[in-house]
């Protein structure tokens, strides 16, 4: 097989093959398999067939947003990259990747995310670090108990759940614009040990994960204050005679952290998502900033400076005028951690990886100033 050989579109004779391919990569069950693969939409799915007309190449493309200073940013996620054992390490990836890169920008996408099992791989497709996925452990016993903000259990398709989910994304960084997938891919099997509940004034909610005794997981959460949060935790404490510990996604600068006590809580995973600009231009225009006039010319690499102009926190964005010269540089490697504000301008200089005059510098740190951006899920 050839590394250009054809991308298609999955159909329903490809399931069979499909749901093998991601029990060979991810370890799933072939009930789970299934479950993913109706969950995300069989219409999402591409795949390289080998010479025997099965897929030895899947992976999901999925169409939202990701958030920047309240501003959607167009964006495909890249999910769950499965390459049959006897394919992998034919370099196969990248130009499967770099076509679902060219799809997804042809569909509007400026940006393109993903989780990388092995990073240098994604990186000679032009990934790199753009922010990160957190999961928080607190042992139950330790939470506080002292507020007694009322829930109430809803449905887990509960329309006010998605409604306060769009708070959550307003207030932070990087958080994805859900699509129907992710939702469903948040309500997954076991449904009978799932429940959500909705706290009085719609202040805060969670989905509960109840199938594991050895812990609760918070699926998905929101608070809109600090008081919200302490009664989310208190109402957590409720559990603590059936479950030693809770889990959940939060940020770097992590609410629920926030509200707990000094001790009795941990970082329980780690990893980084990776982000890669398609449409450099698009993706200036669309986010939002934490300035509402500047004016900065920036070159990503070797190609034309751009000039963002930013009017009242409205940016404007194409090619810089007699600046070629002037404009503060980027390396192409460098921009989708400055873009996301995953690292500083003033970081990124340290590296070697941006140049410019401190000014530039320092206005540039104004632009991408924010939030840390994470990801409430692992897509």
Request: glycine content about 8%; overall charge neutral; charged content about 25%.
């Amino acid at each position: 097989m050839k590394k250009n050989s054809t991308i298609e579109k999955a159909t329903a004779e490809d399931v069979i093959g499909i749901a093998s391919l991601l029990s060979w990569a991810f370890g799933f069950s072939k009930v789970r398999s299934r479950e993913y693969i109706a969950n995300i939409g069989l219409e999402t799915l591409r795949l390289i067939r080998g010479e025997d007309g099965r897929p030895v190449v899947c992976a999901g493309l999925l169409q939202t947003a990701h958030v920047f200073h309240r501003k959607p940013v167009k964006a495909a996620n890249i999910v769950h990259v499965a390459i049959a054992p006897e394919w992998r390490g034919k370099g196969l990836a990248v130009p499967f990747v770099d076509a679902l890169c060219d799809e997804a920008k042809s569909n509007g996408a400026a940006i393109a995310t993903l989780f990388a099992s092995t990073r240098p791989v994604y990186r000679k497709a032009g990934f790199e670090l753009a922010g990160h996925e957190i999961v928080y452990e607190a042992a139950t016993a330790a939470l506080p108990s002292a507020s007694r903000l009322a829930f109430d259990r809803v449905e887990l398709g509960d329309p006010r759940l998605a409604v306060a989910y769009g708070a959550k994304m307003l207030a932070e960084s990087g958080l994805l614009e859900r699509a129907a997938a992710h939702w469903n891919e948040l309500r997954r099997a076991p449904t009978d040990a799932l429940a959500a509940y909705l706290a009085e004034g719609e202040a805060a909610y969670l989905i509960l994960d109840m199938g594991n005794e050895a812990r609760l997981e918070v699926r998905d959460w929101f608070a809109a204050s600090p008081e919200a949060a302490l009664g989310l935790l208190s109402f957590l404490a409720r559990f603590r005679s059936v479950y030693p510990a809770v889990r959940w996604h939060g940020a770097p600068q992590d609410d629920l952290v926030a509200a707990m006590p000094d001790k009795g809580w941990r970082l329980a995973h780690q990893e980084e998502w990776l982000l890669r600009v398609l449409d450099p231009a698009a993706a200036l225009r669309q986010r939002g900033y934490h300035v509402d006039a500047a004016r900065l010319a920036l070159r990503i690499g070797e190609a034309p400076p751009l000039e963002i102009d930013i009017r009242a926190g409205k940016a404007e964005v194409g090619e810089a005028a007699g600046a070629s010269g002037a404009a503060f540089s980027v390396q192409p490697t460098a921009f989708a951690q400055l873009f996301t504000g995953f690292r500083s301008a003033a970081k990124l200089a340290q590296y070697g990886l941006v140049s410019g005059d401190s000014d530039d510098i320092r206005r540039c740190d104004q632009l991408f100033a924010g939030p840390p951006p994470w990801v409430a899920e692992h897509f």
